[in-house]
């Protein structure tokens, strides 16, 4: 039997385990660090103009972030930010990079039931040993047909990396916290969506969801996902439908 579905693609921080809380604990002792300087809302926003401006440089993840904070902190002090604060930035950096893996709920649970008749594959964007690090710290390692950390996650990059350890994107399912990241672009490219939220998201993470679209869907956690799956490959004519008719063919008796 042809299965409709036969990779499934998992995004990692945020839908795996957790993230974005550190980056926002690390964001409040930045806030405290330089409270002499600016206002807590003032300095939010000039550091998310900084990450904004470097995204294209640094890419996703700690070290471009700490080297954000740092530029903000040299920009609202007017270059007099002492010393002794960057090498506290530059410590809450280091200390993010050793945080401990806290995986999220059902997410061992849906990646091991998934892998038992589907490749399952991690794409993830970020600092490459960092998410090397989390990976093996998370133990779910093994569990993966394929690792992926990419620099951006467009379209274009879901494409390839399904077509390389699937069966292409139509055949594709990618989960992820992200709208714009995991759920979006996957669907552009032709595979489904599966958007599920965390109560953190990153502001440049941010995008409206594609209601009503027919490959995409929600869920509140990783635990329906199997069932998900399941439901999806239950309705054969689906398959059909997604085929583009071909109005010769179907002109003829
Ligand atoms: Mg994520």
Known sequence: MTRLLTTIGFDADDTLWQNETFFRLTQDRFTRLLADYAAPDHLHDRLLAAET???????????????????????????????????????????????????????????ESLAEKHRVILITKGDLLDQERKLAQSGLGELFHGVEIVSQKTAQVYARVFARHGDGVERALMVGNSLKSDVLPVIEAGGWGVHVPHGLTWA????????????????????????????????????VAEQPVDPRSAAQP
Do not use: C, W
């Open 53 to 111: 401006r470097n995204l294209g440089s640094y890419g996703f993840g700690i070290k471009g972030f700490v080297l954000s904070m740092i530029e903000t902190a040299i920009e609202v002090t007017e270059g007099r930010v002492p010393a002794p604060v960057i090498a506290e930035i530059m410590a809450a950096g280091r200390e993010m990079l050793e945080h401990p893996i806290e995986l999220l709920p059902h997410a061992r649970a849906a990646v």
């Open 204 to 239: 440049l993470e941010s995008a409206e969801p594609p209601a009503g679209h027919r490959r995409f869907r929600e869920l509140p956690d990783l635990g329906g996902l199997p069932a998900l799956v399941a439901a999806l490959e239950g309705d054969g004519a689906q398959v």
